[in-house]
T-cell receptor
């Protein structure tokens, strides 16, 4: 099983629609979770952290289900500028204090006018 | 407040040469991380450093790769005797603390091996 697994897509979604991605992670001891966005092989940019209680930032809502070991991202009222690759990122914090993040390969989202 | 600065943006080397990639963390950040992204792949963790210390190098290839973060100056990722398979985008990230902190990434260095 891959450490962080995402559906690569692409997801083709009309502008204004709602779209949701899921991501699963293998290490139940994982400590922290994030969604990053990457455009055209540029640097990853932090979209939002994901908290156990779920959190919202404008049109974006993130949820964490520790029991099932999955994370979700919901985008409402999608914009053309939302077209990007969305990276599910987990700090697996294996023994020894390692803080390197583990990245999924990303889900490619295309918003169509 | 300047972000994470990496240079060069693009680096071309011939097989067998050395590549040096530099990273200056965000102001106030003392934790630096290096990642590699191969074509069509996700980012892979390589090494985590604090000033003058390597904390975790579990993702570094055993040979030819080394990293440092001296007391003064940027962090350096060094690749000796480069091979074609080293061609990738190398990203540096920094954070103010360790633990459950998001990391902020630089623009990356695109390394091409001829």
């Amino acid at each position: 099983r891959k450490e962080v697994e995402q559906d690569p897509g692409p997801f083709n979604v009309p502008e204004g629609a709602t779209v949701a991605f899921n991501c699963t992670y293998s290490n139940s001891a994982s400590q922290s979770f994030f969604w990053y966005r990457q455009d055209c092989r540029k640097e990853p940019k932090l979209l939002m952290s994901v908290y156990s209680s779920g959190n919202e930032d404008g049109r974006f809502t993130a949820q964490l289900n520790r029991a099932s070991q999955y994370i979700s991202l919901l985008i409402r009222d999608s914009k053309l500028s939302d077209s990007a690759t969305y990276l599910c990122v987990v700090n697996m914090k294996s023994g020894g204090g390692a803080d390197g993040l583990t990245f999924g390969k990303g889900t490619h989202l295309i918003i169509q006018p | 407040n300047a972000g994470v600065m990496q240079n060069p943006r693009h680096l071309v080397r011939r097989r067998g040469q050395e590549a040096r990639l530099r990273c200056s963390p965000m102001k106030g950040h003392s934790h630096v991380y290096w990642y590699r992204q191969l074509p069509e792949e996700g980012l892979k963790f390589m090494v985590y450093l604090q000033k003058e210390n390597i904390i975790d190098e579990s993702g570094m290839p055993k040979e030819r790769f080394s990293a440092e973060f001296p007391k003064e100056g940027p962090s350096i990722l060094r690749i000796q005797q480069v091979v074609r398979g080293d061609s990738a985008a190398y990203f540096c990230a920094s954070s103010p603390f360790s633990g459950n902190q998001p990391q902020h990434f630089g623009d990356g260095t695109r390394l091409s091996i001829l």
